[in-house]
């Protein structure tokens, strides 16, 4: 992977034709267009399906439903627009761009101001779906700052430093999606546990903890399924891609495959253990008790640390308390902050795959090359070609 600078840039792709940079299958800016467009649907058909299908199966049962059913066939198609519009029109947009920066490639005009600017696709999607998608990318932006500043030295996120951003953010989450537990719609998230709503003291129940029955069923209950979701998931990958050679997929399982499964297993146990005994320690429940059973339980991060992981339970507490902040009036509902935050965030980050990609995110180069159907590595291969031959 190769670092390209403004300078690096500008002094070998400067006049270099536009199709050899966005659109290598037809010479004719717009007569590429077609092929653009088809291959971003393929791929965005794939990439989609796949995400869909994980989304709709952790449901449950709800997706048997047949109004689900129909709901859920219409998101998909709405997701694979999306991501056919936002990927196709790169090439257009960056031609575009070029013309009106005198028929010549700029640093910032290749692939950031385009991406920045088609990032308004994201009103095709749902809105219970766009909450979840720009908290995904406001992640993956912050980790790609963070780590620049690591490369540049002007910080180490060492795996301590991880494990405890990742436990303030648990305690604060968990928090506040207490604090919303009795809200009949509460905000979007994709988190590994959405706890219990707080017991009132108004509930005709003898028992103090937010569940029914014995807290050591509860607790066990809740860590072995948890236990359960992490070892099938570490174990998916695994295996799906062997399954041809069954005996040899299992032979290549190893200790270390069972990590998330720990991590998941400990976290939900830790957590409700804590709850429950604050509960009966206090004679009463209390949203404030996930603050420290969040903070405790976020020790199961040792198990599993990654940076993504430690960045995105802050930024789902930020979201849940948005909410409280536009509820409020504070933040200004006439403004599209989300909508901006978006555009910014994939315009960086697409940026960041073909100018920095030692640190950009593992799942941009993903989402990129398969929503492509492989076209953004053919450019990424054709700019560093270019860069080889002019050095």
């Known amino acids: 992977m190769v670092e390209v600078s403004k300078q690096l840039f500008e002094s070998t792709c400067s006049n270099i034709p536009c199709h050899h940079l ?200 809740g860590s072995l399924t948890y236990f359960t979701v992490g070892l099938a998931f570490s174990l998916a990958r695994v295996i799906l891609p062997k399954y041809r050679t069954p005996l040899k997929a299992l032979t290549s399982i190893r200790w270390h495959h069972f990590d998330m499964a720990m991590f998941f297993g400990s976290y939900i146990g830790i957590y409700r253990a804590v709850v429950c005994y604050l509960c009966n320690k206090r004679g009463y429940d209390s949203a404030l008790y996930a603050l420290p059973a969040g903070y405790i339980a976020g020790l199961s991060f040792l198990f599993k640390p990654t940076l993504g992981f430690a960045i995105a339970s802050l930024t789902a507490a930020f979201k849940v308390y948005s909410t409280i902040l536009y509820e409020k009036k504070i933040l200004p509902e006439h403004i599209p902050l989300p909508l901006m935050l978006y555009c910014i965030s994939q315009g960086t980050l697409f940026h960041s795959r073909f100018m920095h990609s030692e640190v950009c995110p593992s799942y941009i180069f993903k989402l990129m090359n398969t929503v492509s159907n492989g076209c953004a590595d053919i450019l990424y291969a054709n700019m560093l070609e270019v860069i080889k031959r002019a050095s």
């Open 22 to 221: 966005l659109h290598p299958w037809n010479q004719g800016c717009w007569t590429s267009t077609y092929l653009s467009y088809k291959n971003s649907f393929i791929g965005s058909a794939k990439f989609y399906l796949v995400v869909h299908l994980a989304q709709n199966l952790a449901r449950g049962k709800k997706i048997l439903n047949k109004e689900e059913l129909k709901r859920a066939g219409e998101n998909y198609v709405r997701s694979t627009i999306f991501g056919a519009l936002v990927s196709g029109s790169c090439s257009t947009l960056g031609c575009l761009f070029r013309w009106l920066l005198g028929n010549k490639f700029r640093y910032h005009g290749y692939i950031l101001l385009p991406s920045t600017l088609n990032g308004v696709g994201i009103l095709l999607e749902p809105p219970s779906r766009r909450g979840l998608i720009v908290n995904l990318f406001s992640n993956m932006l912050i980790e790609y700052w963070i780590r620049s500043l690591e490369r540049a030295g002007y910080m180490k996120m060492t795996k301590a430093k991880q494990t405890v951003l990742f436990m303030f953010g648990s305690a604060i989450l968990f928090y506040l999606m207490r604090l919303e537990g009795d809200k009949e719609n509460r905000t979007p998230l994709f988190w590994i546990y959405t706890p219990d709503k707080v017991r009132r003291k108004t509930d005709h129940s003898q028992n103090v903890c937010p569940h029914e029955g014995l807290c050591s069923k509860y607790i066990m209950k």
